[in-house]
């Protein structure tokens, strides 16, 4: 029984991975008053890139590294149309997620269903992964799971109690106000969307390089969609999108945990979209809907203008 | 050295935003041929092919227009929804589950009813069933503030997944021999099609005169004068006594009910039974978001902008034949198109000048 319940913890944890890196990056992406809609293209293009690198050099790590490096770089569509240009930023979003997507099946078209023979390889914390029960859930993981926690944390200590972090998030408070301050409005939001989208292509990469090994078409799954809504769950605060991202990935793992009982795997796939559905109203309901939302969040910035 | 100077433009004309589409379109094609170079492929060869296979033959002009029906009736819902800056990504899943209503009808009743019956009572069915599936993320929104971006968009997954729940289950038909999908409707349940081609005649005008009504809906009347004033200015709006909560409600409903209008004519006119949520639509809930676009928002131009994403659709699956590309470079293509043409409205508001010298 303690063996069951160490292995599904700890598969929530491997679930919840992706999605807490996702949040992370939209979180500051959003806290910059810029709506990235374009994570699941984002993630996507994340995965191929990690996946391609990691089957030709055998280095997981460089596969990292590149997939970081496309994620950034894809995401400067966004940010000039949105920030630059000034354009609607649900569309320009809806419109990098198309190109992402298409961009990662074209690239991959000849890995599909291509097993990866090296992949990033669980590290376990010496000492720390000898504690019972605690030690296999927390200690001996996947390094994006170390990865996740401490950029999540380290995201939360920028936000909060930086002065760049702050400078973000006045920025996507009340961005005239902040550019008298002499601070560089339009810099600030091209930053954050360029680093919140390393952060969902290091997600993407967790899925094809630790999560499964393999790419396929489609296999963010929806995944940076529901990032978006866990960023609305966790108020905009990258240590509550801990909590939200592992809840989400025992949702992922629920589905597993019931398959045996007869319920159709149809309705089970279902669950983490409904689940979405009914947290963001069980928060509406409870009240704090609005709370701790970027005031100026999706409005583009006119430089100069009274 | 030189300095640029943006400033926004104080008169627009019809002919300037038609010209800014254009070369939108223009740009968004040559990026796309960069995209082609960058994987190995003649761009003017792989361009032509698109055009070509589309609308350049008898065979392929007949499957854009087979697949400019959705895309007309979706993008033609969407612009309404998107005119009270309600972003409806929902389509798909409104589409499947008009789909799935009309299929309901037409299997229970198809039998026991003559055509000039069963047809318009699906067809009922289907706008029913895509605009009750609209009308949640309206109410979500409105009474929770729920974000609309979101609440589609997870009912998009849902209901795909309750297509393949059916098929798979409870709707499996005999005929199918253990294989997914339900049974055939009967031969007076389904659509006429011009002969020799899909392209299922009925849901054509259906899509045209919807349009139509629809432009006259926005233009025309005070309902329409009160969505175009939430979307231009939403306090205004306010201030001037519009009730956010009834008219979001029948934006959807009739948004939602458009493209379950386009489930039905892929039910009835092309497949003739439910069968994967992939098969039923290639996407065009999401192309349509595009034609809305390309169209200003306007009903009636979604009938051209509609015809044109119909034609990448066909000509993408061309170049897959013959130049061993990936379904997903459609996708790419219309990314890249939707990114020029909102890129394409910022030198539509804006005019830029160029100063040489100091």
Redesign the interface.
């Known amino acids: 029984m303690q063996d069951v319940v160490i292995s599904v913890v700890e598969r929530t944890m491997i679930a919840g991975t992706p999605l807490l890196l996702g949040t992370v990056g939209e979180v500051i992406c959003e806290r910059s008053g810029i709506l990235n809609l374009g994570v699941e293209g984002v993630m996507s293009v994340g995965a191929v890139v990690a996946f391609i690198v990691t089957y030709t050099t055998g280095n997981p790590w460089l596969g990292l590294m590149a997939a970081i490096g496309a994620g950034m770089l894809v995401s400067v569509i966004h940010a000039f149309a949105s920030v630059t240009l000034q354009a609607n930023q649900v569309v320009s979003g809806l419109a990098l997620t198309m190109i992402g997507l298409g961009l990662s099946g074209m690239l991959g078209k000849p890995y599909v269903g291509k097993p990866l023979e090296v992949k990033m390889d669980d590290f376990a914390i010496p000492y720390l992964s000898d504690i019972p029960v605690v030690g296999p859930i927390f200690f001996d993981q996947t390094p994006f799971f170390y990865m996740a926690i401490i950029l999540a944390l380290g995201a939360w200590f920028f936000l909060e109690r930086t002065s760049l972090g702050i400078k973000v998030r006045s920025t996507g408070e009340n961005p005239r106000a902040t550019e008298t301050q002499g601070v560089n409005v339009n810099l600030i939001r091209y930053m954050s969307v360029i680093i919140g989208g390393g952060f969902s292509a290091m997600a993407g990469a967790h899925l094809s390089t630790s999560y499964s090994k393999s790419w396929i078409e489609g296999m963010t799954a929806g995944r940076g969609w529901i990032v978006i809504a866990l960023t609305i769950f966790s108020l905009w605060n990258p240590g509550r999108a801990i909590f939200g991202a592992f809840l989400f990935g025992g949702i992922f793992v629920l589905q597993y945990l019931l398959q045996p009982l007869g319920i159709s795997p149809n309705f089970l796939a279902m669950l983490p979209y409904l689940a979405t559905l009914l947290i963001l109203l069980g928060m509406s309901l409870s009240g704090n809907k609005k709370l701790n939302a970027p005031e100026k969040l999706g409005e583009p910035y006119k430089r100069g203008e009274r | 050295m030189f300095r640029i100077k943006v400033s926004d433009r104080e008169t627009t004309t019809e002919l300037r935003s038609f010209l800014t589409n254009v070369a939108s379109l223009g740009a968004g094609l040559c990026a796309i041929g960069l995209v082609f170079v960058v994987?190995g492929v003649n761009p003017f060869f792989a361009i032509s092919k698109i055009f070509l296979g589309s609308f350049g033959s008898m065979y392929g002009f007949k499957e854009t227009v087979t697949k400019a029906i959705p895309l007309i009736i979706i993008g033609g819902g969407l612009t309404l929804a998107f005119r009270a800056r309600f972003?409806n990504?929902g389509a798909e899943g409104q589409l499947l589950m008009g789909a799935i209503a009309s299929t309901w009808v037409g299997l229970a009743w198809g039998p026991h009813l003559p055509s000039a019956v069963i047809i318009p009572l699906m067809f009922l069915a289907g706008f029913i069933g895509g605009g009750l599936w609209g009308l949640i993320p309206a109410i979500?929104k409105v009474r929770?503030?729920?974000?609309e971006?979101?609440?589609t968009?997870?009912?998009n997954?849902?209901c795909a997944?309750?297509v393949?729940?059916l098929i798979?289950?409870p709707w499996k038909g005999k005929t199918r021999f253990g294989f997914p999908g339900t049974d055939n409707l009967v031969d007076t349940a389904t659509l006429g099609v011009i002969p020799g081609s899909r392209i299922h005649y009925l849901t054509l005008l259906l899509a045209l005169v919807a349009v139509g009504i629809l432009w006259v809906v926005v233009f025309k009347t005070r309902f329409g004068y009160e969505v175009r004033v939430i979307g231009e200015n939403p306090d205004a709006g306010r201030y001037a006594g519009i009730n956010f909560f009834k008219t979001s409600l029948i934006v959807m409903a009739i948004s939602g009910g458009m493209a379950g209008l386009a489930g039905v004519g892929e039910v009835a006119g092309i497949h003739h039974h439910l069968t994967y949520p992939a098969a039923i639509s290639s996407g065009y809930g999401?192309t349509a978001?595009i034609v809305a676009?390309l169209a200003k928002l306007n009903p009636v131009y979604a009938i051209v902008s509609g015809f044109f994403f119909a034609g990448i659709l066909v000509g993408g699956d061309a170049i897959q034949i013959s130049l061993g590309?990936?379904?997903?470079?459609?996708?790419?293509?219309?990314?890249?198109l939707?990114?020029c043409l909102?890129?394409g409205?910022?030198f539509f508001k804006n005019k830029i000048t160029i100063k040489w010298g100091r």
């Open positions: 994987c972003w990504i979500l929770f503030s729920i974000n971006v979101i609440s968009l997870m009912l997954y849902i997944e309750l393949t729940l798979v289950g999401f978001i676009w590309l990936p379904a997903a470079t459609v996708q790419i293509v219309n990314g890249i939707l990114v909102i890129m409205d910022f």
